[in-house]
T-cell receptor, first 113, second 113 residues
Framework: ETGVTQTPRHLVMGMTNKKSLKCEQH?????MYWYKQSAKKPLELMFV???????ENNSVPSRFSPECPNSSHLFLHLHTLQPEDSALYLC????????????FGPGTRLTVL | DAKTTQPTSMDCAEGRAANLPCNHS???????VYWYRQIHSQGPQYIIH???NNETNEMASLIITEDRKSSTLILPHATLRDTAVYYC??????????????FGSGTRLQVQP
């Protein structure tokens, strides 16, 4: 257990569905991250939050919408996704922004039909 | 970040020490060596990091050569649960510009029963 939980662990959705991924960290960290890991590709950073403020958005399509209501919770709202969005979505946290010791959740395996 | 080179794969017998090498010949003076691992279909897990002195924690030991151009991660008594892809990453201890951890291809360690 890393102290970072993600739900659901698996999600199958159609291209017209709206769903949300949830991440919760119990470590008292101030920074949280969303990463995408596609098959046979390295991790891609999607969003970064520091103290509930979004500090980075790496050219992610608007069909992905993050939300950070407090420093312990991070959401990724999904709508009108494409099949190529199928991937493992990972949440991570670190004590402060920029600290390389990041703690990852188990990920949500997303399949878009 | 300095480039790292790792073997593609390694095997290790259960109960024996697993020694995973990493070359980072262009490492700069303020860059640390970080090790993460990713068990299949799970999020990456931080293992250990160091600057120039050898480091040990409950998971592993990190041996860094005196010239800092290479390092070795040691799992003293490998178990089947240590089967994973191990990533060696070199970067400054506080990343002031980039937030993404850059994972290369890593070393796929297979622990054999």
């Amino acid at each position: 257990e890393t102290g970072v939980t993600q739900t659901p662990r698996h999600l199958v959705m159609g291209m017209t569905n709206k769903k949300s991924l949830k991440c919760e960290q119990h470590l008292g960290h101030n920074a949280m991250y969303w990463y995408k890991q596609s098959a046979k590709k390295p991790l891609e950073l999607m969003f970064v939050y520091s103290l509930e403020e979004r500090v980075e958005n790496n050219s992610v399509p608007s069909r992905f919408s993050p939300e950070c209501p407090n420093s312990s919770h991070l959401f990724l709202h999904l709508h009108t996704l494409q099949p190529e969005d199928s991937a493992l979505y990972l949440c991570a946290s670190s004590p402060l922004l920029g600290i390389n010791e990041q703690f990852f959740g188990p990920g949500t395996r997303l399949t878009v039909l | 970040d300095a480039k790292t080179t790792q073997p593609t794969s390694m095997d290790c017998a259960e109960g024996r020490a697993a020694n995973l090498p990493c070359n980072h010949s262009t490492i700069s003076g303020n860059e640390y060596v970080y090790w993460y691992r990713q068990i299949h279909s799970q999020g990456p897990q931080y293992i250990i990091h160091g600057l120039k002195n050898n480091e040990t924690n409950e998971m592993a030991s990190l041996i860094i050569t005196e010239d800092r151009k290479s390092s070795t991660l040691i799992l003293p008594h490998a178990t089947l649960r240590d089967t994973a892809v191990y990533y060696c990453i070199v970067r400054e201890v506080v990343d002031t510009g980039r937030r993404a951890l850059t994972f290369g291809s890593g070393t796929r360690l297979q622990v054999q029963p």
